[in-house]
């Protein structure tokens, strides 16, 4: 009888299907994870090569990890890092990753990514949310200010109540915006009826939120017709969604952001929201400023491509 070979890749699906049976509490993700970590073993040898084949009758083992205590652990996770001085990091988030741990999440995040290149920032701030005193949503890419020391964190905290902080976005909206800039100048709280999302307006636990924002090119999808514009967005607070909260009530809601647009700003070619967290400036104690930049990132430079923007090459 001739052997029958499957690849690692094949290995790994059949695998996801059998474990998911068998330990319905444990992720594909995680899973997958654990293949590449050498907790399976072939006939009692770990497997890490990615050509390695499976013969048939081998036997394959699955070394589960031990149960989660609910403590944050370093996982290698590739970080840009565009400034590392005077106990301050900036770092260019990537689209997809989490800031830090929430309720129900325990996977990759920016703060497990933190503790495994910086591990004296366990010691910074909170739990589960080492040197972090600001936060991008997932979907949000672009730089995020981490404290490296506890002195640095408490600075931060006060910087960012003192407005010595200055955050730029780029954003791209449905439709053409009344004005080429203005601001919005409404509170912002929980929306009482989906848990989810934040509303604009008056509301028992509303904060004064402030966003400004200037158009800087018009843009039309060749493929619906639909008119877009391209914005260059200033916070002046940090409140939950703000940007995505403000635009929304203006009747412009965020490209691919459908928790506040709805399907009409669901598009072809565009996996999230369109929002990038450009620059930041931040006020160090001695009282010079700082800057860093994020390149636009590639899906969001891709997506402006297809509309045909003439300055997508600037950003």
Do not use: C
């Amino acid at each position: 009888m001739p052997q029958h070979k499957l690849k690692v890749e094949e290995l790994k699906t059949r695998l996801d299907k059998y474990l998911a049976h068998a330990l319905p509490a444990v992720s594909r993700s995680q899973i997958q994870r654990d293949i590449e970590a050498g907790r399976v073993e072939v006939n009692g040898r770990k497997v890490l090569e990615a050509k390695f084949v499976v013969r048939l009758n081998d036997r394959l083992e699955y070394n589960e990890p031990a149960a989660d205590n609910g403590e944050l652990r370093p996982i290698n996770l590739p970080l840009k890092v565009l400034y590392n001085q005077h106990g301050l990091l900036i770092i260019d988030k990537p689209a997809g990753l989490v800031v830090h741990p929430g309720a129900g999440f325990k996977g990759e995040s920016l703060a497990s990514a933190l503790l495994f290149h910086f591990k004296d920032i366990r010691v910074v701030g909170e739990d589960h949310r080492p040197g972090i005193v600001h936060r991008l949503d997932k979907d949000t890419s672009g730089v995020i200010l981490v404290a490296k020391t506890p002195e640095m964190y408490e600075y931060l905290k006060d910087a960012f109540a003192q407005r010595k902080v200055r955050k730029e976005y780029l954003a791209l909206v449905l439709g053409r915006m009344a004005k080429p800039m203005g601001s919005v100048d409404t509170p912002i709280g929980k929306n009482e009826q989906d848990f989810r999302k934040m509303a604009a307006g008056p509301s028992p636990d509303a904060k004064p939120a402030l966003t400004e924002y200037r158009v800087i090119e018009e843009l039309q999808n060749p493929e619906t017709l639909d008119f877009y514009s391209l914005i260059r967005v200033k916070l002046h607070t940090g409140r939950t969604h703000q940007i995505r909260v403000h635009l929304a009530s203006l009747g412009h809601p965020l490209i691919g952001d459908e928790l506040y647009g709805g399907k009409k700003v669901k598009v072809k070619g565009l996996a999230r929201q369109f929002l990038h967290a450009k620059k930041i400036e931040v006020r160090l104690p001695d009282e010079t400023w700082i800057e860093a930049e994020s390149e636009l990132a590639g899906d969001l430079k891709e997506f402006l491509k297809r509309l045909n923007s003439k300055i997508v090459n600037t950003l």
